[in-house]
């Protein structure tokens, strides 16, 4: 399994949401550049950057700073976030980045997102982030009528590769990851399921692993130092 540290941004610094609250926000550094050049000497495969400004606008808004990180990194940088063209895929895929993350716009516009698929294969990933499972879009401002597991495998029949699911309540908690939905998925769908929110300690990352999951990511666990990152890579390294 591979862990993915988190750099969530808002307004060019790196915060942490509580339960993808934008008023409940704190910031977690001065720079988003020196954490990510950090959690790659800490051993990190893969680093995981949202633009919650471009989540909740729908447009590219810290795209600049992102793709610095990724020109800067030996390791490969995802990023999700206010993707809603094409244009704005190419352009991230074109600066460094290694694979990009749709939300929104896999619910609301399939054609897109089988043209971007079609295009560029498994640089593209569908991030599924739902609340009492059901899917959510637009910064997580908007709960939609699809049942993730039903939206998991339409996913999956379209051609997604990877998918990573984030239990919007269990976002920021560090109560632990929603392990059942986790399992159902698992059962139901072939693709890479990378899990987001919610994780604490090493005793969260060892039930993610024991599940045989593709990936898992971490941010505020890291930040407020109840995991500790080379010993939480080294675990999913085992």
């Not at 139901?188 to 999951?213: F, P, T, Y």
């Not at 990152?229 to 675990?235: S, T």
Request: proline share 2%.
């Amino acid at each position: 399994m591979i862990l993915l540290p988190a750099i969530d941004i808002i307004e060019q610094k790196p915060v942490r949401l509580y339960q993808g609250d934008y008023e409940k926000k704190e910031v977690v550094g001065s720079s988003v550049l020196e954490i990510a050049i950090q959690f790659e000497k800490e051993g990190a495969s893969y680093v995981h950057c949202v633009d919650l400004d471009g989540a909740k606008s729908g447009k590219k808004e810290n795209a600049k700073l992102i793709c610095q990180v990724a020109k800067t990194l030996s390791i490969p940088v995802e990023v999700g976030g206010g993707i809603r063209t094409l244009e704005d895929i190419s352009f991230y895929l074109e600066q460094g980045i290694s694979r990009v993350i749709l939300g929104t716009v896999a619910i609301e516009n399939e054609t897109l997102l089988k043209q971007a698929l079609e295009q560029y294969g498994n640089k593209i990933a569908v991030g599924m982030d739902c609340k009492n499972g059901y899917v959510c879009g637009n910064g997580w401002l908007e709960t939609s009528s699809l049942y993730y597991l039903d939206f998991a495998k339409k996913m999956e029949e379209i051609g997604v590769q990877t998918l990573i699911f984030t239990d919007i309540s269990k976002d920021g908690t560090m109560q632990g990851p929603n392990i059942e939905m986790l399992q159902k998925l698992k059962e139901n769908v072939k693709v890479n399921i990378i899990a987001s929110g919610g994780i604490k300690d090493l005793s969260h990352i060892q039930q993610l692993k024991d599940l045989n999951l593709y990936g898992a990511i971490t941010g505020k666990a890291m930040y407020t130092q109840s995991l500790n990152l080379k010993e939480a890579i080294k675990l999913c390294e085992e």
